[in-house]
């Protein structure tokens, strides 16, 4: 039977650590916790991830790897309630559940690894930066994550409401690095590969994969997005955008198709990274109305205010024309007419493989068609056959199939059976 070591953590200088099998359930823990501390077993909460444990979840199914740390807390009042949001794979096709056996969701660039790696989301109390928090709710998306201020929590430490405080970490165990050192860049548009998707470009179906932001969600593996990006900064076809940065879109040429964030071209590699960083510093001097010097070996940026066409670096006092980025010729015309980089970033893709390579457009437009949203949660609600009497999985509203409210005594006299 399979061993792991779990950091059970009271507060910042109280803290424990346990051996418990992956079959242990949250039950048997406080147990082992509570022959060790004195506390009554009923007494014990535990924390992961701004959750409250329940004793019938299993080490396993809460994805616990070594060196995982729960946060523990004396609690002698009934627990609060939580919100399940799990899926069911009973729910899901069989190679979908096996895309979906995979524990996580989240993808990070990880400095200590320096790659792409799982990536897990942790959340402190943003006063004395704890893990005994509880949320007062889940994150419902990466803005309530990244943006501070818009989750609250009850902090066990602090005895009072505070800020939650959001961080995502590297999988891997790294022992020497304290929870909030080891935090990591999450990279939003790598995702599981959950619906099986083929890459936009090869055709192949890998995992994890890149998402654009389009509105086909157009899918590509990670090798190809290297090749892809590597190509275009070669050719210096990066678009500098004023949300987005120095960025790249959709290979298929959709609007709004930019990556987000920059941490996504660590994935191309040290080198390649700090070409990306450099090229996008001389893009945005180019666009800010500056210069780039063309003497060999130079390369300076700088601002001018005059419009003069005799330019001088400051760094190498090379003068050059500002029309040609020639040597100066004072009372000569300039020949040599400047012409823009082409912004054509086409690359081989054709109509099928574009429609193939939407990671979920066709199932959001299948859910559409076959689902109705539930009268308070809004959450989609699948109907297979049965009564018109539906109670949400998430909320738990009992509500009518027919009429898209509350279940009534009159949608139980007209209604019960269509």
């Not at 192949?204 to 157009?218: E, G, N, Q």
Request: net charge negative; charged share 20%; hydrophobic share 30%.
């Amino acid at each position: 039977m399979e061993k792991i070591l779990v950091n059970i953590k009271f507060n910042s200088s109280s803290s424990c650590p346990l051996e418990v099998s992956r079959e242990s359930s949250v039950r048997e823990i406080k147990s082992c916790i509570s022959n060790k501390t004195g506390i009554p077993k009923a007494d014990l909460r535990l924390i992961l991830a701004g959750k409250l444990l329940q004793d019938g979840q299993s080490v396993s199914e809460l994805g616990l790897g070594n060196h995982t740390t729960l946060h523990a807390f004396q609690q002698k009042r009934a627990p609060l309630l939580e919100v399940s949001t799990g899926i069911g794979l009973n729910q899901l096709n069989s190679q979908t559940a096996a895309v979906l056996a995979h524990p996580y969701q989240f993808y990070v660039y990880c400095k200590k690894c320096n790659a792409l790696q799982p990536g897990k989301l942790r959340v402190v109390c943003g006063k004395c930066l704890q893990g005994n928090i509880i949320l007062h709710q889940e994150p419902g998306s990466f803005n309530d994550v990244l943006h501070p201020g818009r989750i609250q929590g009850d902090c066990q430490n602090c005895g009072s409401q505070q800020e939650a405080k959001f961080y995502f970490k590297c999988t891997i165990d790294h022992g020497d690095l304290d929870e909030l050192q080891g935090q990591c860049a999450v990279l939003r548009h790598f995702k599981p590969n959950r619906h099986l998707t083929e890459c936009i470009t090869c055709t192949d179906v890998s995992h994890p994969v890149l998402v654009f932001p389009c509105a086909k969600k157009h899918v590509m593996c990670l090798d190809c997005f290297i090749s892809y990006c590597v190509i275009q900064l070669n050719e210096r076809r990066f678009v500098e955008d004023p949300d987005a940065g120095y960025s790249i879109p959709c290979p298929a040429g959709c609007p709004s198709s930019l990556i987000k964030d920059a941490h996504h071209f660590c994935v191309l590699g040290s080198e390649q990274y700090e070409r990306y960083k450099n090229f996008g510093a001389e893009e945005y001097l180019l666009q800010s109305g500056g210069l780039m010097c063309p003497a060999p070996g130079c390369g300076a940026g700088f601002l001018i205010e005059d419009l003069h066409h005799k330019v001088i670096c400051p760094t190498c006092n090379y003068e050059f024309c500002r029309e040609c980025r020639g040597a100066y010729h004072s009372g000569e015309e300039c020949n040599t007419q400047l012409t823009e980089a082409s912004a054509n970033l086409e690359i081989d893709v054709n109509f099928e493989q574009a429609l193939r390579a939407q990671y979920e457009l066709e199932s959001m437009e299948t859910i559409e068609k076959i689902s109705k949203p539930c009268p308070q949660c809004k959450a989609k609600t699948e109907r297979s056959g049965g009564c018109m009497h539906m109670t949400c999985t998430v909320c738990k509203t009992d509500w009518c199939w027919m009429c898209e409210k509350e279940w009534n005594r009159d949608c139980q006299g007209n209604h019960w059976f269509g």
